[in-house]
């Protein structure tokens, strides 16, 4: 796990999270939008990392080794914390853990309930072609990168890491994303964000919103009707920061 710091002064502080084989450098547009307000931490989660390799073991030993890196900054208060997809699972792990503390939680895409073992394990398999064929440069792997994963001024970050992922560090992530976690419960007075598309696997998502709420009730959910996973925070940033800055502004 490594630590992208854009830090000036003396100003609340933001910790950006990414999602499953996305680079960190897809939070550049939040950055430029909130560096002026806020010191900004991008994570590169263990996995990720394009500096040299890393494993990732689990979603709580994710969270516990972000925790112990913020206690080692002598940094306990978070203003904003914020993940999509596998990173909001791990800002929800760390929010809910107590270990900090938590002004506002903003969770994108994030699935708290459980996966089915099948469909785990398919995306285990899914997954695992993935890595092995962008390892490889696949044709067209890297073609359909371009259409349906990420916008191609990212392709470059996401070899370089997809070239240190590993088989195990890959089942590692998809079992522990997918495993059914606590929601109920946590006596935390942060105020909630969670964002949710419609298409694809972003029932899970809406499904976890909705027991955000239930248990929660301060959670504000938006639900972008049509898109597909995160696809608000990663094609279309500025909808997306203007999004966050409303809900920033509204505390």
Request: proline share 4%; glycine share 4%; hydrophobic share 40%.
């Amino acid at each position: 796990m490594l630590v992208h710091k854009f830090v000036e002064g003396n100003k609340p502080k933001m910790v950006l999270m990414h999602g499953l084989l996305t680079p960190w450098q897809v939070w550049t547009p939040q950055i430029t939008a909130f560096k002026e307000q806020y010191n900004i931490y991008a994570v590169a989660l263990n996995a990720h990392t394009a500096e040299a390799a890393s494993e990732f073991v689990s979603v709580p030993a994710e969270a516990e080794e972000i925790v112990q890196y913020f206690k080692t900054e002598n940094i306990d208060t978070i203003d904003v914390l914020c993940g999509i997809s596998l990173g909001g699972k791990i800002a929800h792990q760390i929010w809910k853990s107590g270990k900090l503390n938590i002004h506002n939680l903003i969770m994108d895409g994030t699935p708290l309930v459980a996966c089915p073992r099948f469909a785990i394990n398919i995306m285990i398999n899914n997954y695992k072609d993935i890595i092995h064929k962008s390892q490889a440069r696949d044709k067209k792997i890297i073609k359909s990168f371009k259409k349906n994963f990420l916008p191609e001024k990212y392709l470059d970050s996401y070899l370089k890491i997809a070239d240190f992922m590993t088989d195990n560090s890959m089942e590692n992530i998809i079992n522990s994303i997918f495993a059914d976690g606590k929601i109920e419960g946590v006596k935390n007075q942060s105020r909630i964000l969670f964002i949710h598309g419609t298409k694809g696997n972003e029932i899970l998502s809406k499904k976890s919103a909705n027991l955000m709420k239930k248990y929660y009730p301060i959670t504000e959910i938006v639900c972008f009707k049509g898109d597909t996973h995160c696809y608000k925070a990663i094609y279309e940033p500025e909808k997306w920061i203007a999004t966050v800055e409303k809900f920033l502004k509204n505390n």
